[in-house]
Nanobody, 126 residues
């Protein structure tokens, strides 16, 4: 069982920054993918960024150059640094993970992830 607990959400004005954290119990596994996803009211959940156990990363086009995903294995924590925030970034943000038993391409397709946190709200005002 993998437990994920997000924190760090809040309200910020456009152009501001926030850093989300996800405490994860997945680091005992040798191979895994982790990602950040978001869902705005009335919209489908979308992938924001992903990282694998080797540190490779992937980003949605809408956040490239503004968001950075990273992980600290010693602290068992996943991060999402969000800069230059826009009102359209307003959403509930979820941390997700999957354990991989053989090499698989890193994606931010939520159908590929089977462990999810409870979410943390990010609100960006104009």
């Amino acid at each position: 069982q993998v437990l994920l607990v997000e924190s760090g959400g809040g309200s910020v004005q456009a152009g501001g920054s926030l850093r989300l954290s996800c405490a994860a119990s997945i680091y005992t596994y040798s191979s895994y993918h982790m990602g950040w996803f978001r869902q705005a009211p009335g919209k489908e959940r979308e992938g924001v960024a992903g990282i694998d156990s080797d540190g490779r990363t992937i980003y949605a086009d809408s956040v490239k150059g503004r968001f950075t995903i990273s992980k600290d294995n010693a602290k068992n924590t996943l991060y999402l640094q969000m800069n230059s925030l826009k009102p359209e970034d307003t959403a509930m943000y979820y941390c997700a993970a999957r354990v991989v038993s053989r090499p698989r391409s890193l994606t931010i397709n939520d159908a590929n992830y089977n462990y999810w946190g409870q979410g943390t709200q990010v609100t960006v005002s104009s």
